[in-house]
């Protein structure tokens, strides 16, 4: 008996070894490898930008999404940028370093908006795409007629065909470079760095009122810029920190009209559960990973147990502006959602281009788990279906210009499956599900148009259609 107790405790202990050999592996392989940044303390400003590309050069050891022609093309790029260190603009230099960091072009690989914004000027509005065009949604006092405005020309270019051309300096799809353009259009000296308008500090607008009215508006920068705040629309109609800080009295949109929609409701909530008509049930997250006082696990499951007793007719599973997290915590609710709806009942998965990462991942979860009844409403996500991430938030500093770019170290593919040891996340390979293609099903993106009236023009969409499988 001894003996055999012996070798249990024995059995475990080696468990317990591998186990934590496993971990300690995982851990190592999918945290950014990040290189030290041994430099001396820069004697001219030419010196230190050098020092900043010598850097720069070093992304694809922390960065694993480079393939061996990309990081030909980053060396490529960086050797004609040594060769004109001493001519670049501060615009130019933090557009080539977006431009650098795209070449890999991953969603996830790319410049920190915030390193990067806060260093350029700002006009004295803000920006929104909604599927209806760009609009200005924020503005100082004196300009705040000029706030629900959609902008038809842009320094005389239409603002459809020019933010295309911003796609060498992001990294992702098409639907991510859209929706975060916005940025760039209140910081005109990135765009006259790199050619696409002629002044950096001016702009002419030519300016559709919600009436039809078409008229012209100039607009100078702030003297004193005003630091950016993120552009998911939910919050649009709040004060952001950053402007309560500045020197300038912002205006934005009506909050007691944007926060009568589904997407607007509520804009400090993460997490939002409520009943919809013909017997839905809405869930809306903004993360995957909830509030300090609402962890998303324990709500996902009182919100499952709920419905497991009184299955609804149909759910809504709200993700438009849910930036990621931790994909693992909404997991196990979300393979099964399927169980949460009665026998045919529909689960609308809707999406907009604010949704990425984790939050895109949870979306294949409940789109593979719903089967036939999954509906995948709304408008494309803001990454595809392959992609590279876990960079846990970690990413290098350039030494000198402190330019931060995000990096990745796993490889995500969810419609065919992960099955490479070697470059995919491994608990994708463990736990993940092959989605196949995924395309919308119920075309029913967020328009401004219904937005600045109190209208949710996705949720409004799915009502129509269970309105009319109800008859």
Request: charged content about 20%; glycine content about 8%; hydrophobic content about 40%.
């Amino acid at each position: 008996m001894k003996r055999f107790i012996l070798v249990i405790l024995a059995l475990v202990i080696a468990l317990v070894i591998v186990s934590g050999a496993v971990f300690g592996l995982f851990i190592w392989r999918f945290t950014p490898q990040i290189p030290q940044a041994s430099y001396p303390e820069p004697a001219t400003a030419t010196e230190a930008r050098l020092q900043d590309l010598d850097y720069l050069r070093r992304l694809p050891e922390a960065d694993r999404s480079f393939s061996e022609s990309e990081m030909a093309a980053l060396n490529a790029h960086i050797d004609e940028l040594e060769g004109r260190a001493d001519t670049l603009s501060e615009a130019r230099f933090l557009m080539e370093v977006a431009a650098a960091a795209a070449i890999t072009e991953n969603g996830h690989t790319n410049v920190s908006t915030r390193s990067t914004m806060d260093r350029l000027n700002s006009l004295p509005v803000r920006f929104a795409w909604f599927a209806d065009g760009l609009h200005i949604v924020r503005a100082h006092a004196e300009h705040a007629d000029l706030i629900g405005t959609r902008v038809a020309a842009y320094e005389g270019q239409d603002p459809e065909t020019l933010y295309p051309q911003l796609d060498p300096y992001f990294g992702g799809n098409d639907a991510f470079l859209r929706q975060n353009t916005a940025y760039h259009f209140a910081a005109p000296a990135s765009l006259h760095a790199i050619g696409l308008i002629d002044r950096p500090d001016t702009v002419s607008l030519e300016l559709v009122d919600t009436d039809g009215t078409v008229f012209s508006q100039t607009l100078s920068v702030e003297s004193e810029p005003t630091r950016f705040f993120p552009v998911y629309r939910y919050s649009l109609a709040q004060t952001h920190e950053y402007e309560a800080q500045s020197a300038h009295d912002w205006r934005f949109l009506d909050s007691a009209t944007t926060e009568a929609t589904w997407y607007g409701r509520h804009p400090p909530q993460a997490l939002w559960a409520d009943t919809l008509d013909h017997g839905g049930a809405y869930w809306r997250m903004r993360n995957v990973y909830g509030d300090p006082e609402t962890p998303l696990s324990a709500w996902l499951q009182d919100q499952a147990s709920s419905l497991r007793e009184n299955p609804a007719r149909y759910l809504v599973l709200d993700l438009r502006a849910n930036s990621g997290g931790d994909y693992t915590l909404a997991m196990p609710v979300m393979s099964k959602i399927d169980e949460l709806v009665q026998p045919g009942g529909r689960i609308y998965v809707l999406t907009d281009g604010d949704t990425f990462s984790a939050g895109i991942v949870t979306a294949f979860y409940a789109l593979h788990s719903g089967g036939e009844n999954a509906i995948h409403a709304g408008a494309a996500m803001g990454d595809d279906a392959q992609f590279w991430a876990e960079g846990g938030g970690n990413g290098m500093r350039l030494p000198n210009s402190d330019v931060g770019i995000f990096v990745s170290t796993g490889y995500h593919d969810w419609e065919n499956g992960c099955t490479d040891w070697s470059r995919c996340f491994w608990v994708n390979i463990l736990f993940g599900v092959e989605v196949g293609s995924v395309e919308i099903d119920l075309d029913a993106p967020l328009l401004f148009s219904d937005y600045r009236r109190g209208i949710d023009s996705g949720v409004e969409a799915i009502l129509a259609a269970e309105a009319a499988r109800a008859r």
